[in-house]
């Protein structure tokens, strides 16, 4: 019941603070709290940027002393990111987890993560090898292309 | 005990310049006790003197003993609990009034064993009106009646107030109250027969209420000092209205001690509750107290804070008053910031216990559950990823080595 409890907080604070950050956008599956979707933009100066990134929050009953189960959904070219599963690395989501943070915090944690990809320990190999190996050019055309193809709204419609 | 009670009292009404007894309590009981003089005749005591002086012994034994559990009792607590006991009834029992002869002067000692030695008799047959007023205060709040006399009586209570103030202030120590008890029990009272018992068992209940409330005021709970604060607040605006119109002459008569004075409108106040006895003593008798302790009264710089009051009520009502406000006023001291209103983990409301709990240095505040599902996990606090038991940790692993991060 606490996490309910928690997440109708979160809810309300989601509802009033809708316009104040645009670059996400956290929707509440209408039948189930715990399922939530969120829609972050891709930041600027980033292969990302232009595109909107659909994650899928899965929130366990022990929410919030354990994380949110978070993916993309949205297919993204990047070291932390599974290519297929959309799983995401980020210590945040996993064992640096801390209670108070929200879902909006770890929505602004994988922004973050866009901007500062960590190719040590990549979910993606061969994004992260690209990193590795300096060839920061490739990875940026390739994460760019990706985004376009899966990310970008207009060119999707 | 209440009977020895009752003697005491009318030992002290029989002898009005010398006022034995500087309880509070007593002066509210002034009328009644007339009334009840007035209608049975002093002459009634002789017969059953003797008799009356066994039974007392027997109840000496049982009110030293008493007296022991007292002074231990009012050692630990400290003074507080003693102005609580001044601030009561007459009917109250022998430890409020070892307090008070904790602090006799030697005149007022000799004046006491004087009118011991002289016995009892010559103030049995002084005026009933003046013997009688400290002792039927018990049966009057049973009767719920008191208001009705306290016009007519309005000036007596008022003379002996005052007599009464003084002793009080000056009264009493441990000889002097040995005389007393004893002057009570040679002689029978009247009090003891004409008393109903319900008087003195509702005295002695108010009594005991009064003491937990100062035990729970004394406590230090900023909740219970804020409801204690409302009502006395209430209880002043009554007692205000009060003053206007019947009890005028006592207030006057009392602005020489702000205790009295306190009792008096307090008792008062009690007769607007028109309930039984017993209720409606209670309220005043908190009333009272609870605006003493509520820093109403008496501050140092009152101009009319009575000279006698330091010695009394100033060395145990001070320090509580005092303590009180510094928990409402500084409650953030520590330089920590305002506690939330919710937990920050389950949004739960954080009740005073929670608010005032800061498990880890970081100054981050959650509710004791939260802390402790996260105790039951990795024990990491929220704010700052230390874990709680850091400095516990790190002691063991000085000892044992058994956790070497810190």
């Known amino acids: ?157 | 005990m209440c009977q020895i009670d009752s003697q005491m009292e009318q030992q002290t009404v029989l002898n009005p310049e010398k006022p034995v007894r500087g309880d509070v309590g007593f002066i509210s009981s002034l009328p009644s006790k007339v009334e009840k003089s007035l209608a049975v005749p002093p002459t009634s005591e002789n017969g059953k003197k003797k008799r009356v002086q066994r039974a007392a012994k027997l109840k000496q034994c049982k009110m030293d003993a008493r007296r022991e559990q007292w002074l231990a009792q009012v050692s630990g607590k400290g003074r507080k609990s003693e102005s609580c006991d001044s601030s009561h009834s007459s009917s109250q029992d022998d430890g409020e009034e070892k307090e008070l002869l904790l602090q006799a002067s030697p005149r007022e000692l000799d004046i006491i064993t004087s009118v011991n030695k002289e016995g009892s008799e010559d103030s049995r047959h002084k005026p009933p009106v003046e013997s009688s007023p400290s002792k039927a205060m018990g049966q009057e709040w049973s009767d719920g009646q008191f208001h009705n006399h306290l016009g007519s009586f309005s000036q007596d209570i008022k003379h002996s107030l005052c007599q009464h103030h003084e002793h009080e202030a000056a009264c009493s120590n441990e000889p002097a109250k040995h005389s007393v008890e004893r002057r009570s029990e040679q002689k029978p009272s009247t009090i003891q027969r004409y008393d109903t018992q319900g008087t003195w068992s509702a005295s002695d209940t108010s009594f005991s209420q009064s003491n937990s409330s100062q035990m729970s005021s004394s406590s230090e709970d900023e909740n219970e000092v804020d409801d204690w604060e409302t009502v006395a607040d209430a209880l002043h605006v009554q007692a205000t209205v009060e003053d206007m119109k019947p009890t005028k002459p006592i207030d006057h008569c009392l602005s020489s001690d702000g205790t009295l004075h306190l009792k008096s409108s307090s008792s008062i106040d009690a007769d607007k509750c028109i309930l039984k006895p017993e209720s409606k003593y209670r309220p005043g008798n908190c009333g009272s107290r609870t605006r003493a302790d509520a820093g109403r009264a008496w501050r140092p710089d009152d101009l009319s804070r009575p000279e006698t009051l330091p010695r009394l009520s100033k060395q145990h009502s001070f320090p509580l008053q005092s303590g009180s406000l510094w928990a409402t006023s500084h409650g953030t001291i520590w330089g920590l910031p305002p506690p939330p209103s919710h937990c920050p983990i389950c949004t739960e409301e954080l009740d005073t216990t929670d608010s005032s709990f800061v498990p880890c240095s970081c100054g981050f505040r959650l509710c004791l559950f939260c802390h402790h599902r996260i105790l039951i996990g990795d024990g990491r606090c929220p704010g700052c990823r230390k874990s709680y038991n850091t400095e516990a940790a790190s002691k063991l692993s000085r000892a044992c080595s058994v956790r070497p991060r810190v």
Request: hydrophobic letters at 35%.
């Open chain 1, 1 to 157: 019941m606490a996490s309910r409890a928690r997440l109708f907080k979160e809810y309300k604070e989601v509802q009033r603070e809708k316009t104040a950050d645009s670059d996400i956008q956290l929707i509440c599956d209408e039948n189930n709290i715990y399922r939530w979707t969120a829609h972050i933009k891709g930041p600027a100066d980033t292969p990302y940027q232009e595109g909107v990134f659909q994650l899928s929050i899965n929130v366990p009953e022990q929410y919030p002393l354990v994380p949110p189960q978070v993916r993309f959904v949205t297919k993204i070219f990047h070291p932390n990111v599974h290519f297929k599963t959309g799983e995401i690395c980020l210590d945040i989501l996993k064992t640096a987890w801390s209670p108070a943070w929200t879902l909006q915090s770890v929505c602004r944690a994988i922004i973050a993560l866009m901007s500062h990809p960590e190719p040590d320990s990549p979910l993606n190999c061969d994004c992260g090898n690209l990193l590795r190996s300096g060839d920061h050019r490739g990875y940026r055309s390739m994460a760019r292309m990706y985004t376009r193809l899966a990310a970008v709204p207009n060119i999707l419609h």
